[in-house]
């Protein structure tokens, strides 16, 4: 194999990276011009919603962001997990509602003062998800059923049950979420200003930390990477595959489930239909934009929420469908992926004669 | 008898976006891709659909924007798999976000009004006959198209030339390389038919079974739902469509039952999904073996008929002790592999 | 029809794999085409017949340049090979099989092909059914219609490639008789690709041989084996000694095991194994070798039976507690089974490593990983992906990940798609770990190795498992017998 | 510096290159905030408040409407009720904030409580009613069940197979009582203009799951709606928020059937399918929205809890009644002739809003809630003759005897 001078690499790298952010602006562009707007507005408006406008930082609004990083975060570093492991956990929104809705139970059969209950909330909610995670992957490694179709299918069976419970069992007069908890039963925010969980916000902290030492530094961590690579194989040299599969939806379940109590015992205050609200799509999405570099999840996701957070303001003062935070989102992600694919092809050909292959080893089809 | 005809006139309308989108994903996998997109592409192509018809007043214009959409989705994903080496799954779920945002943002204008659709065209005679007239023969042109699909995919796929070059991309490219199909190409040319034919069921719903566009859109869901049909039809378009009419008509008799019994409406909802998750079981090499195990022996043949439409299993089918032709047919029919080169990538050397 | 290639070069990498070969064939003729694995022979076979593109040179039909450029245009002009592994489609049937490539209206006319492919195939003397899938085939048929499907369509130049190896003597025979009939009374041209010398000596007029991608000589049959041996080796080869050790305790034992599989049953298998044993399994693909090492690995459960290991009856139990009884398996896919595609080789020594603890301790790992490169003399680095290793390098590093010393090593194809060089190797490996009390039980499709290496064999045949009688006596003449089903008899045996 | 790095890097740099912090303030307006459950142009319940809004911006000279719609955990997890009413109000200086759906209730008492300055109305819940609101939040919803009472009627008018199917959202006091009035007026109508027997009047309620479709989640409207056609059913109401009814019915009739259907809460549902939509019972807030509007600005906006009845005068006068009825074409004049008869009739029996203050006053009057009436488990609720009081309408607790359909979840 011939190697690639360092300053080569950089230069693509950042030929990528320029490319494709340039490439998605220009779409996104298009597409607000193609309803009318002025894209300029647009990102105007994005970023006022966000608290940053004017050059100071609007600290209320600015927590809009940092608790929907927290969900979203959970999230992330529980696919971390599962895709490390190779597992296409897009469940991930069913163990976050069966994880808001353990937290409910909780909070409304049990009494118990706030130091104890919150944990005791979370613990459910970590649970729930946990075993709705299980689930799924007791279907794969099982039943051979794979985990798209699985997760797809507890997805919308935990939100019929979700609102099963908000309409039925638990619900008050409306029928739209559950009576409001008890103010011991919720995680309250840190100040007026900074209206953010204290609490949610380290346990993200310590979530992630120990996530990423444990996926880099640990024998664990490598018994999954092997597996995500090569189940087979990993078989073979002696690592548990069934139960590190089983054990990956479990903890992504868990972190997931703990991202739905932070829905609702602190977003909302109550349940609601729906509450995980496509926050474990966008999971995937930001797993897949950073790939394995953990470090970057983070960041990505910061951006993310406020790209979502923006984009209340702008139905309020553009009147433009919320649908348009996705649309950057995916659009990002995609281009991002395709022009990895392209770069990889350029350095391919300019290694031509003595490229072996750049193929990429099959990965696992979606249908097992 | 005339209730009963009526809605399984209503089951086959139905079942029809079904159907077709998933004969559409059917041959794409069958030449080796996986359009996981389904769920986005319908969504955006029903979307299109609705609002070219309603812009032009023409339902066929539409239609072609639809299967345009489909087919432009199904090629973005054959090119990043073929061209760029990236992964068909992950370019497919983002795609599957990405078209269902898109579909929003762009038809946000455009919701609950009145468009053109396709009419309702008995067929002459047939629609007369008792039973069968409102079951089959009236309704509108793209269910008939559906019947017309199907066949047609059955005959290409198993009975020409067009069909071995397609079967043996999916299952053998090295194979089909070595005997001329040019094996990019022929996944090009089927990605983008498949990938149509689901923008088509898109437009389906918009122009026809569920007539116009909302938020959120009628048919979310449904790709997946199609995705799941294709593995539970072995990938074969008759069982295929087989899948899809069978759910179609086990969604209705759950909401039938809503009316007559005590049943929760919780569990009405959840029958698809339910559904979805035992189907794909049943498919699933092993499950049969492992129900087995479980299974009181005199209940056994249950599970053996269960696994007519599931794998062949240390518990050999009936396929086995057909001889002849009938066996060869039965077990072409019954077979749940995957296509051999699903998911790949194929190049010369 | 005459063919020539002249002055072929073709590289991959750094291995020149043709070396400037110049070849001519006349039509109504049997070559040979000699060479060791890694000669260059199949890369020549495959640039000719348009699998290949060659980096130079040129191939001349009746005289005339012709472009090869896909196996497509290589039909076109009257050259078609038969690959090793038939190149079909597993749920076709033979029909549609025989049918798919021939040009044709969109509407094949079944009958009409039909028709022909029965009597191509009576003509050969072949019996296969246009019904069957291909997938009920065995390697032999499908190899039979592979032919049935380039005669059909008029190729003068046939290639086969090691058409011999895994079918059984009663196939060869058919085969053999089949290519006879087509060279002499059809005229047709044959190219016959081996490493095995007795087969070219009953079959071929001429043989070319090739060693390290050069043509290095060319006679007409018939010569003395010794002299073709001189060439494919460029040396005579001394036979591996045959060390006799002391056998153990018993290592492994089944008792009355029976296996199912959609394809073979085994029923009522006993197999008693002791320290320092080599035991060959043979047998066609798919006759039963694979159920019975995966079963005493652990990786299938059997039916009925017990499998003990040291004395430790392990029935039913999982893969990994064979592993912990010390039973090393070594799987013929090795990224498919074995190694991890993406992972780098001090990763790999890391996972295996039963010392390190729940933090790895990655000094350790590189050091071991250093120290087992250096060891088993393999070419690559610590922090190399093991996917960027040759195959040799790569069956080196599953040796060394093996444990230090296993109670059983079950191998299937250890030497697969290996030069000589890491062949021998590697048995020098296997054989210093039987030596130190290592039962060993190994399949291989190749029937030398089984004959040099085992000090039993057993054949398998659908599931029908027999025991040569004695194993360092019997030759490959006799094992080709069994394994193509043929029941042993005194007289065979001795 | 890796690639991915290199994204976010640029990323952040885009956002400070296009940030400019210039946000203007209007001069001499009045702003008021709008939110809204589902999006804004849903032909149901949403675009009835928005298009309320409107009328309120045409009305009185300097107001301005600002609005958020589709607020619901699903389309914006990302923010909260209170978020928005932040928004509005410091960035867009609204004094007043609508909102317009049950599922804010908790959180609109939650932050009117932040906001003691900001005037709060919250649509159909009933915090001013038991007394749980801040002085700054009042209550205000139509009396529907006049609506209903005549929607049930036309349908009766009009049905040939004597079979109605009523497509219902989720299962509670409010959808139970809207349902159980439609089934009073189709029952009194198909024996007093038809001279049927109500015993032969088939009333099938099959409910949804939710307000809207939720693929996935729900049943399906289209689905269901067929389904109660196959069935014999020849009228379809619908119950909940979207018009799948009525396109159905207009793509069935289409194909030559019979078929009519009654949509909900938008005076323009009819649009989708005009020819077989027999009338719509709509919402009308202008009215309401322009007295809270004004009232706000004049500094006499008072807390309240209101149960507006229609003004019977004309039902189709958006600049007076809250709670209207629009004939549909499919309406035969001799049957619109009769619905106008019916309406007069209850024109007679009606006493008006319905307060905090009257609510359990004797003989307030719902129309046709007059016994003798048991509910489906035989229960009675009211003797002959006697009044159902407005409180045990507003909670009622099962559906009434005679028709079909679950009364609750379980």
């Known amino acids: 194999m011939t190697r690639e001078s360092i300053p080569a690499r950089r230069l693509i790298g950042i030929g990528v990276a320029v490319g494709s952010i340039a490439v998605a602006l220009l779409l996104t562009a298009l597409l607000i011009v193609a309803v009318n707007a002025s894209p300029r507005d647009v990102f105007d408006k994005i970023w006022e919603g966000v608290g940053l406008a004017g050059g100071r930082l609007d600290m209320p609004r600015f927590s809009g962001v940092i608790n929907f990083w927290i969900p979203l975060m959970l999230v992330c570093t529980g696919l971390l997990v599962t895709f490390t492991a190779g597992l296409w956990n897009i469940g991930v929104e069913g163990q976050m509602v069966m994880g808001a809705i353990f937290a409910t139970w909780v909070a409304q059969e049990v009494s118990l003062p706030s130091v104890l209950l919150v944990p005791l909330e979370m613990a459910a909610a970590a649970l729930g998800g946990a075993l709705w995670g299980l689930l799924a992957g007791v279907l794969k490694t099982r039943g051979g059923v794979h985990e798209i179709f699985g997760g797809v299918a507890l997805n919308n069976l935990a939100n019929i049950f979700g609102i099963y419970l908000i309409s039925g069992p638990w619900g008050n007069q409306g029928g739209q979420a559950t009576p409001p908890f008890r103010e011991e039963a919720l995680l309250l925010p840190a100040s007026s200003e900074f209206r953010v969980s204290l609490v949610a916000l380290v346990m993200v902290g310590v979530a992630f930390v120990v996530v990423v030492m444990a996926l880099r530094g640990t024998h664990w961590g490598l018994e999954l990477k092997a597996l995500g690579k090569s189940a087979r194989s990993a078989l073979l040299l002696g690592v548990p595959t069934q139960r590190n599969a089983l054990l990956a939806m479990a903890i992504c379940g868990l972190l997931a489930g703990i991202a739905g109590s932070i829905r609702v015992l602190f977003t909302y205050g109550n349940l609601r239909p729906l509450v995980s609200g496509g926050i474990g799509f966008l999971g995937v999405l930001v797993v897949l934009l950073t790939g394995t570099r953990a470090l970057w999840a983070p960041i990505v996701a910061f951006f993310f929420a406020a790209i979502m957070v923006g984009s209340t303001r702008l139905n309020i003062a553009l009147q433009l469908d919320q649908s348009l935070a996705g649309v950057v989102q995916g659009i990002l992600v995609l281009v991002f992926i395709l022009a990895n694919g392209i770069s990889a092809r350029l350095r391919a050909r300019r290694q031509a004669p003595a490229a072996e292959a750049a193929s990429i080893p099959p990965k696992e089809a979606a249908h097992g | 008898m005339d209730e009963l005809s009526r809605i399984l006139g209503s089951v086959v309308a139905n079942a029809t976006p079904l159907v077709i989108a998933s004969i559409g994903e059917t041959i794409t996998e069958r030449v080796g891709v996986i359009n996981l997109s389904l769920d986005g592409s319908i969504t955006l192509a029903a979307m299109l659909s609705f609002v070219v018809a309603y812009s032009t007043g023409s339902a066929a214009a539409g239609l072609l924007a639809g299967m345009l959409a489909g087919m432009l989705i199904a090629l973005l994903i054959v090119v990043a798999s073929i061209e760029l080496r990236q992964d068909q799954v992950a370019v497919g779920f983002v795609l599957t976000m990405l078209a269902a945002d898109l579909a929003q943002f762009l038809g946000q204008n455009y919701t609950r009004r009145p468009g053109p659709t396709f009419p309702t065209v008995p067929v002459p005679l047939l629609a007369e006959v008792p039973f069968l007239g409102n079951f089959l023969f009236n309704h509108n042109i793209l269910i008939y198209f559906s019947f017309l699909l199907l066949f047609a995919t059955w005959y290409v796929m198993y009975r020409t030339r067009w ?41 389906s719903y918009s122009l026809a079974i569920k007539a116009g566009w909302a938020n959120p859109p009628v048919m979310r869901g449904d790709g997946w739902i199609a995705l799941a049909i294709v593995i539970f039809g072995g990938w074969h378009p008759v069982r295929v469509a087989f899948g899809a ?54 209940l056994r043949w249950v599970v053996r008929l269960l696994a007519l439409f599931g794998v062949r299993g240390q518990e050999e089918t009936a396929a086995s002790r057909t001889p002849g032709r009938l066996r060869r047919v039965l077990r072409n029919f019954l077979r749940s592999d995957p296509p051999g080169a699903l998911g790949s990538t194929f190049s010369r050397e | 029809m005459s063919v020539e290639v002249r002055n072929i070069h073709k590289r991959f990498g750094p291995v020149h794999a043709n070396n400037a070969i110049s070849l001519h064939f006349e039509d109504g003729r049997i070559y040979g085409i000699l060479g060791e694995n890694g000669a260059g022979k199949s890369t020549l076979m495959k640039i000719l017949s348009g699998f290949y593109l060659a980096d130079s040179g040129q191939i001349l039909v009746d005289g005339r340049a012709v472009s090869v450029a896909s196996p497509e245009g290589a039909i076109r002009a009257g050259i078609g090979m038969l690959q090793q592994d038939p190149l079909d489609v597993g749920p076709f049937t033979v029909l549609e099989n025989f049918i798919y490539g021939q040009p044709g209206a969109v509407r094949p006319d079944w009958d009409g092909a039909r028709a022909q492919f029965v009597d191509l195939a009576g003509r050969l003397g072949f019996t296969i059914s246009p019904n069957t899938l291909i997938e009920d085939l065995s390697i032999a048929q499908r190899q039979q219609l592979e032919i049935i499907r380039l005669l059909a369509f008029g190729v003068r130049l046939l290639i086969l490639d090691e058409p011999t190896t895994g079918i059984s003597a009663e196939q060869k025979t058919i085969l053999f008789e089949a290519l006879k009939r087509l060279a002499r009374e059809d005229g047709l041209t044959v190219l016959f690709v081996s490493h095995k010398l007795e087969d070219v000596l009953e079959l071929c007029d001429e043989v070319a041989v090739l060693r390290l991608g050069r043509l290095v000589g060319q006679a007409h049959l018939p010569v003395t084996t010794n002299a073709l041996v001189a060439m494919m080796f460029g040396q005579e080869l001394a036979p591996a000694s045959r060390s006799d050790v002391v056998l153990g305790d018993s290592m492994l034992e089944v008792r009355e095991l029976s296996l199912t599989s959609e394809r073979v049953t085994i029923q009522g298998c006993n197999l008693s194994v002791r320290a320092g044993e080599v035991i060959g399994l043979a047998g066609l693909d798919g006759s039963g070798q694979e159920l019975l090492t995966r079963a005493i690995v652990g990786l299938r459960r059997p039916a009925a039976g017990q ?77 190399s992906p093991i996917e960027t290793l040759s195959g040799g390098n790569q069956q080196r590093v599953l040796m060394a990940l093996m444990a230090a010393a296993p109670r059983l090593l079950v191998l ?32 291989s499709a190749d029937l030398d190795e089984i004959v040099t290496y085992s000090d039993r064999i057993l054949v398998f045949y659908a599931g029908q498992i027999s025991e040569v009688p004695d194993a360092r006596r019997t030759t490959v003449d006799e094992l080709g017998h069994l394994i193509g089903g043929q029941r042993l008899t005194k007289e065979s045996v001795a | 510096m890796t690639r991915r790095s290199l994204v976010i890097l640029v990323l952040l740099v885009a956002m400070l290159v296009t940030a400019s912090g210039s946000f203007a303030q209007g001069g001499e307006e009045f702003v008021f905030g709008m939110i809204l459950v589902g999006p804004h142009n849903d032909h149901g319940w949403s675009e009835a408040h928005y298009t309320a809004g409107q009328y309120v911006e045409e009305m009185i000279p300097g107001a301005r409407m600002v609005y958020l719609e589709s607020l619901n955990a699903a389309d914006r997890p990302e923010t909260t009720l209170e978020q928005v009413v932040e928004d509005m109000v410091s960035l867009e200086g609204a004094k007043l904030i609508l909102t317009t759906s049950d599922e804010f209730e908790e959180d609109t008492l939650a932050v009117a409580a932040k906001y003691p300055d900001v005037t709060f109305i919250n649509v159909s819940g009933d915090d001013a009613l038991t007394g749980d609101a801040p002085s700054n939040l009042g209550n205000v919803m139509g009396a529907m069940e006049w609506g209903k009472e005549i929607a049930g009627c036309a349908a009766a008018l009009a049905t040939e197979t004597g079979s109605i ?23 009194y109508c198909y024996e007093n203009y038809r001279g049927m027997d109500p015993a032969d009047l088939t009333f099938t309620v099959t409910w949804i799951g939710f307000w809207f479709n939720i693929p996935g989640v729900t049943l399906d409207p289209t689905e269901q709606s067929n389904l109660f056609f196959d069935q014999g059913a020849d009228v379809v109401i619908s119950g909940i928020d979207t018009t799948e009814a009525v396109v159905v019915a207009g793509e069935r009739a289409a194909r030559g059937q019979a078929v009519w259907a009654i949509p909900y809460d938008y005076a323009g549902a009819c649009a989708e399918a005009p020819e077989v939509c027999l009338g719509v019972p709509y919402f009308n807030w202008g009215p309401s929205y322009v007295q809270i509007v004004q009232s706000v600005m004049d500094g006499t906006w008072e807390q309240g809890w209101a149960w507006t009845a229609p003004y019977w005068e004309d039902l189709t006068d958006n600049s007076k009644t809250p709670v209207g009825w629009v004939n549909g074409e499919a309406l035969s004049p001799e049957q619109a002739a009769q619905l106008d008869e019916f309406i007069a009739m209850l024109a007679e029996s009606g006493t008006g809003d319905i307060t905090a203050d009257n609510i359990d006053d004797e003989g307030l009057s719902l129309g046709l809630w007059v016994g003798p009436l048991n509910l489906q488990d035989g229960t009675p609720l009211a003797a002959e003759g006697e009044i159902v009081p407005p409180r045990s309408v507003w909670y009622l607790e099962q559906l009434l005897e005679g028709m079909t359909g679950d009364s609750s979840a379980q």
């Open chain 4, 165 to 187: 199917g009523y497509l219902g959202p989720l299962i509670n006091a409010e959808t139970r009582r809207l349902a159980s009035s439609v089934y009073l007026g189709a029952r």
């Open chain 3, 412 to 443: 299937e194809h250890p030497t697969r798609g290996l030069d000589v060089e890491s062949s021998r190797w590697i048995w020098e490996q296997i054989l210093a770990r039987r030596a130190e009390g290592t039962a060993v039980v190994f399949t």
């Open chain 2, 245 to 298: 009419y069978l759910f179609a008509g086990l969604r209705i008799l759950a909401s039938t039952i809503q009316q007559t019994t005590d049943f929760p409406l919780v569990l009405v909802n959840a029958v698809p999904w339910v559904l979805m998750i035992l189907t794909l079981l049943m498919v699933s090499s092993g499950a049969v073996d492992w129900l087995m195990r479980f299974t009181p022996r005199r």
């Open chain 3, 307 to 383: 499998v003990c290991v040291g004395g430790q009856d392990l029935t039913g139990k999982h893969y990994r507690e064979y592993l912990a009884a010390r039973v090393c398996f070594g799987a013929a896919g090795r990224l498919e089974e074995g190694l991890v595609s993406g992972l780098t080789l001090t990763e790999h020594f890391a996972l295996v490593d039963p010392e390190q603890g729940a933090w790895i301790d990655w000094e350790r790992a590189r050091r071991i990983a250093s120290e087992q490169i250096a060891h088993y003399n393999i070419y690559g680095r610590p922090e």
């Open chain 2, 163 to 203: 069909g071995l070059a397609l079967r043996a991309v999916g299952e053998r490219p090295a194979t089909a390389f070595a005997r001329g199909t040019n094996v990019n190409r022929t996944r090009y040319l089927y990605a983008a038919l498949g990938g149509a034919l689901v923008g088509l069921a898109g437009a």
